[in-house]
């Protein structure tokens, strides 16, 4: 990555809210039938009617039917299926 992609890169997030700037775990829901989430640090359980992702300080819970984890990484992952709820638990 060059240098001058690097500095417009740091630029951008100076201008993000705070909370935007933290590690906490951050969810896009995209309908009731995706989910990409960032900043995560595990997956404690992984059933086709939850899903429960561990963050820094809390757990994500995720309930649905045919939930799959189409992808992950060391720093995002995205899930599919039909999403009934999530909430948080410490």
Do not use: A
């Amino acid at each position: 990555m060059s240098k001058k992609k690097l500095r417009i890169s740091h630029t951008i997030t100076e201008h993000f809210p705070e909370c935007l700037n933290t590690t906490d775990v951050k969810v896009i829901m995209i309908g009731n039938h995706e989910l990409l989430i960032e900043n995560y640090c595990g997956i404690g359980e992984y059933l086709e009617q939850k899903i429960v992702v561990r963050g820094r300080n809390r757990k994500l819970i995720i309930e649905g039917d045919n939930l799959l984890i189409e992808y992950y990484s060391k720093y995002d992952l995205k899930i599919s299926g039909i999403l009934h709820s999530l909430r948080w638990n410490s």
